[in-house]
């Protein structure tokens, strides 16, 4: 078993930033992957970032390439999403997983093992 715990979501206005962190226990992570994914009420949930463990070798969305950065702390088995120059259409419940066994970087959120509750961002206009 995985527990994955969010943390850092709020509400900013357009432009600002937040950064959020995911705290990992449980079975090792080391030969996966974490993935942030979101969802705006109505829509269907969506990739946003991906990095692997071991190298840190990432994959983002092409909605937020160039404004989002994942990293992770392999120490703290922790990995964080930094979210600058936010937009309100970035407005969403932000939700971290573990793919335990990523041969790639997955952006189908099918391939992620486990889930953790979710944290809201909110970005006002």
């Known amino acids: 078993q995985v527990q994955l715990v969010e943390s850092g979501g709020g509400l900013v206005q357009a432009g600002g930033s937040l950064r959020l962190s995911c705290a990992a226990s449980?079975?090792?992570?080391?030969?996966?992957?974490m993935g942030w994914f979101r969802q705006a009420p109505g829509k269907e949930r969506e990739f946003v970032a991906a990095?692997?463990?071991?190298?840190?070798?990432?994959r983002y969305a092409s909605s937020v390439k160039g404004r989002f950065t994942i990293s992770g702390d392999n120490a703290k088995n922790t990995v964080y999403l930094r979210m600058n120059s936010l937009k309100p259409e970035d407005t969403a419940v932000y939700y971290c997983?573990?793919?335990?066994?990523?041969?790639?970087?997955?952006?189908?959120?099918?391939?992620?093992?486990?889930w953790g509750q979710g944290t809201q961002v909110t970005v006002s206009s």
């Open positions: 449980g079975r090792p992570l080391s030969n996966g992957a």
């Open positions: 997983a573990a793919d335990l066994w990523a041969a790639v970087l997955e952006a189908s959120a099918g391939r992620y093992d486990y």
């Open positions: 990095i692997r463990w071991s190298g840190g070798m990432a």
